[in-house]
Structures are given as structure tokens and as C-alpha cells.
């Protein structure tokens, strides 16, 4: 029993000075229900709408306030025009937008049906049937706060319309996000055992004494990888158009591009992976650590970012998949161009380049 006990302390003391063991005892589970407490929530609140006011009297601002003071909504954009609406969708900085008509008020005062038109933005139509529902909700909150009496019909008729998705179809949703999934976890789980794998049969170092500079052995392992991954990205956008009947609305040749550009930033971050771990084994754990579950719940794939704490939607920024997938909603279902997604896109260079950066200075001090 002594040497028992004696077995017991030594292997605690053995996993309390592993610092990767007490990670995943620990780190792990913390961060586990963090994300699940504070991300996993069908709640909207702070959601981007956009007004336009062509009455412009005080019923028409009264309700306006009445909808910001919900919480639900945050007012990005008062718009002049119509045309001002698909822009503001297409830019992606609003979820909702409300159009009051001209002689709102006059219709309202003399009983008459007074219109109000609430166009949604479905490309996330779970988000924005809410949105529709709680807008709905409080303008007859306010007419039965003006008109305590009032039967219906109710003198406001609230009319909504769903944008670029009438049908609500789940596959305008998924396909771009499960795309991106797919495209960075496999991208840079096959690459972030490249190096490792080499470390570990020892081969690195002959490749590193070989007439190849260290970046042309970077992009050597990573082009394979490159062409593969991109034939991949072809046939899940293949299968999301003719099979799942996702609408192509934007430029073929600018989706492709984009999506180059994704796999080429996974490959970096499995490279970067790669580059600073040991083992195989610590580098595909790291890759599906690093990438699944902030993908999941901090790219806006299935919960809405605008319903996050501040401090999650501070690490949303940091997300790969985030881009990407507004990227690709924004050809494929709203047609927008570089106009509306050169900052997105930029972004993903921009990561890119630092990872790949980081991970030719990773190999250079191991080697040194």
C-alpha cells in the first residue's frame, strides 16, 4: 500500500508540473463552458437596422425609439432612398432595415391602415425571422399603448419581407459556413503535422542543409496541399449550387480567388502550428483546439455575433472563418463585389502574410 500511495504522488506531481496536461484538465473545460454559457444563445440583441423615414413626424420617430429601447436593435444607417437599402445589405452592416411610407401618419391619425415594411436580411434566416418578430412586436406594443381600445385590425399593418432568402432555406446558411469549417479544419490539420513529422524522423535537417531556401521548403510543403484543398472547395461549391440549389449571384471567378486566398491563410495557421510544436500528436490536437471550436461559436455560423458579450465579439475579429464566410455570402447570395468586400478580404491577406511570416521565423530560431 505505501509503494501504491508512494506511485499515486509521484504521477501527481508528474502531471502537475505538465503544463500541456493541466491545459487540458482545466483550460479546456473553462473555456468549454464560457463559450457554451455565453455564446450558445438564440437571444438577438444589438442587431444593426437601418431606417428609412419618408413621413418623418413624430409617430414614425416614436417608434423608432421604441424599437432601439428594446435592446434588440442598434440604428446603423438613417437612409434617404431606396436604392440606399440593397447597398446597405450588401455591405452587410445592417440585419434589418424599416421603411416608413410617406402619409404614415396621416393613415395612423385617421384610422385608416397604416403601413410600416420591415425587409430582413435571410441569408440567416433563423436571425431574421426574430428580427421580424420582435419588430412586429413592438409596433403593436405601441399601438395598443396609443390606442388602449383599439380591435383589430390594428391600424398599423406591419408588412415584412425576407431579402435575398424569401424561401428561408437552411442551405443559404449552412453551406457557407460549414465551407469554411471544412476548408481551415482540414487545411490545417494536413499541414500542421508536415513539419512535426519531419522533426520527428529526423528529416528536417537534411532538408534544411539541401540547396531549397527555408521559404521555398514552406511553400513546397504547402502548394500540394494548396491544389487539393482548393479542388475540395470546388466541389462543396459544386454541390451547394446544383445540388442544395444555392444561388451563384456574384462572380465565379471572384469566389474562387476568395477562396484560394482562405486555404492559402489555413495552410499558414497549420504551417504556423507546425512550426512550434514537436510531435504529431501535439500538433493535430492544437490544429482542432486552435480551429473547431472557435469556428463553431465565434464565426457567426450558428450564433449571431451582435448577441455576444463585448469581450467575444473583440476575439470574433480574430477569427479566420468570420471573413470568409461573409465573403461568400456576400457573392453568392447578395452579389456583391470587391466594392462591398475589399475590407474582409483584406483582412485575410493580412493574416496570411503574418502567419506565414511567423512560421518561416519559427523554423529559423528552432534551426539556429
Same mark, same amino acid.
Given at each position: 500500500?505505501?509503494?501504491?500511495?508512494?506511485?499515486?504522488?509521484?504521477?501527481?506531481?508528474?502531471?502537475?508540473?505538465?503544463?500541456?496536461?493541466?491545459?487540458?484538465?482545466?483550460?479546456?473545460?473553462?473555456?468549454?463552458?464560457?463559450?457554451?454559457?455565453?455564446?450558445?444563445?438564440?437571444?438577438?440583441?444589438?442587431?444593426?437596422?437601418?431606417?428609412?423615414?419618408?413621413?418623418?413626424?413624430?409617430?414614425?420617430?416614436?417608434?423608432?425609439?421604441?424599437? %432601439?429601447?428594446?435592446?434588440?436593435?442598434?440604428?446603423?444607417?438613417?437612409?434617404?432612398?431606396?436604392?440606399?437599402?440593397?447597398?446597405?445589405?450588401?455591405?452587410?452592416?445592417?440585419? %434589418?432595415?424599416?421603411?416608413?411610407?410617406?402619409?404614415?401618419?396621416?393613415?395612423?391619425?385617421?384610422?385608416?391602415?397604416?403601413?410600416?415594411?420591415?425587409?430582413?436580411?435571410?441569408?440567416?434566416?433563423?436571425?431574421?425571422?426574430?428580427?421580424?418578430?420582435?419588430?412586429?412586436?413592438?409596433?403593436?406594443?405601441?399601438?395598443?399603448?396609443?390606442?388602449?381600445?383599439?380591435?383589430?385590425?390594428?391600424?398599423?399593418?406591419?408588412?415584412?419581407?425576407?431579402?435575398?432568402?424569401?424561401?428561408?432555406?437552411?442551405?443559404?446558411?449552412?453551406?457557407?459556413?460549414?465551407?469554411?469549417?471544412?476548408?481551415?479544419?482540414?487545411?490545417?490539420?494536413?499541414?500542421?503535422?508536415?513539419?512535426?513529422?519531419?522533426?520527428?524522423?529526423?528529416?528536417?535537417?537534411?532538408?534544411?542543409?539541401?540547396?531549397?531556401?527555408?521559404?521555398?521548403?514552406?511553400?513546397?510543403?504547402?502548394?500540394?496541399?494548396?491544389?487539393?484543398?482548393?479542388?475540395?472547395?470546388?466541389?462543396?461549391?459544386?454541390?451547394?449550387?446544383?445540388?442544395?440549389?444555392?444561388?451563384?449571384?456574384?462572380?465565379?471567378?471572384?469566389?474562387?480567388?476568395?477562396?484560394?486566398?482562405?486555404?492559402?491563410?489555413?495552410?499558414?495557421?497549420?504551417?504556423?502550428?507546425?512550426?512550434?510544436?514537436?510531435?504529431?500528436?501535439?500538433?493535430?490536437?492544437?490544429?482542432?483546439?486552435?480551429?473547431?471550436?472557435?469556428?463553431?461559436?465565434?464565426?457567426?455560423?450558428?450564433?449571431?455575433?451582435?448577441?455576444?458579450?463585448?469581450?467575444?465579439?473583440?476575439?470574433?475579429?480574430?477569427?479566420?472563418?468570420?471573413?470568409?464566410?461573409?465573403?461568400?455570402?456576400?457573392?453568392?447570395?447578395?452579389?456583391?463585389? %470587391?466594392?462591398? %468586400?475589399?475590407?474582409?478580404?483584406?483582412?485575410?491577406?493580412?493574416?496570411?502574410?503574418?502567419?506565414?511570416?511567423?512560421?518561416?521565423?519559427?523554423?529559423?530560431?528552432?534551426?539556429?
Amino acid at each position: 500500500m505505501n509503494r501504491f500511495i508512494a506511485f499515486v504522488k509521484k504521477e501527481f506531481f508528474h502531471i502537475l508540473r505538465d503544463r500541456r496536461t493541466l491545459l487540458i484538465l482545466f483550460g479546456l473545460p473553462l473555456v468549454q463552458v464560457l463559450l457554451f454559457g455565453f455564446a450558445l444563445t438564440n437571444e438577438i440583441k444589438n442587431a444593426g437596422i437601418a431606417v428609412l423615414d419618408n413621413d418623418k413626424s413624430p409617430h414614425t420617430q416614436q417608434i423608432t425609439n421604441k424599437l %432601439l429601447a428594446s435592446g434588440y436593435f442598434q440604428l446603423r444607417e438613417n437612409l434617404r432612398s431606396n436604392s440606399d437599402i440593397e447597398r446597405a445589405f450588401r455591405k452587410g452592416t445592417i440585419k %434589418l432595415a424599416v421603411v416608413f411610407p410617406a402619409g404614415f401618419t396621416e393613415n395612423y391619425e385617421h384610422g385608416r391602415s397604416a403601413q410600416i415594411q420591415l425587409l430582413a436580411d435571410a441569408t440567416e434566416q433563423n436571425t431574421a425571422i426574430s428580427l421580424t418578430n420582435y419588430a412586429t412586436a413592438i409596433i403593436r406594443d405601441y399601438t395598443a399603448e396609443r390606442n388602449p381600445d383599439a380591435r383589430p385590425p390594428l391600424t398599423i399593418d406591419v408588412r415584412s419581407r425576407m431579402v435575398f432568402n424569401p424561401e428561408l432555406k437552411g442551405a443559404f446558411v449552412f453551406v457557407p459556413g460549414v465551407m469554411a469549417m471544412v476548408l481551415l479544419l482540414v487545411s490545417a490539420l494536413m499541414t500542421s503535422v508536415t513539419i512535426a513529422r519531419e522533426r520527428e524522423t529526423g528529416t528536417l535537417e537534411v532538408l534544411m542543409v539541401s540547396p531549397l531556401s527555408q521559404g521555398q521548403i514552406l511553400l513546397g510543403k504547402v502548394v500540394p496541399y494548396l491544389l487539393l484543398s482548393f479542388l475540395n472547395g470546388c466541389i462543396i461549391i459544386a454541390l451547394g449550387v446544383f445540388v442544395l440549389k444555392v444561388p451563384l449571384n456574384g462572380s465565379l471567378l471572384l469566389l474562387l480567388a476568395e477562396t484560394l486566398l482562405f486555404i492559402f491563410l489555413a495552410l499558414s495557421i497549420g504551417i504556423f502550428i507546425s512550426s512550434i510544436v514537436d510531435t504529431q500528436l501535439v500538433a493535430m490536437f492544437a490544429s482542432l483546439m486552435a480551429m473547431l471550436l472557435p469556428t463553431i461559436f465565434l464565426s457567426g455560423f450558428i450564433f449571431p455575433i451582435e448577441s455576444m458579450p463585448k469581450p467575444l465579439q473583440i476575439v470574433s475579429n480574430l477569427i479566420p472563418a468570420k471573413y470568409f464566410i461573409n465573403i461568400v455570402k456576400g457573392i453568392m447570395i447578395k452579389g456583391a463585389g %470587391l466594392r462591398y %468586400l475589399w475590407q474582409p478580404t483584406l483582412v485575410l491577406i493580412g493574416m496570411s502574410i503574418l502567419f506565414m511570416g511567423l512560421s518561416l521565423r519559427n523554423l529559423k530560431t528552432r534551426l539556429s
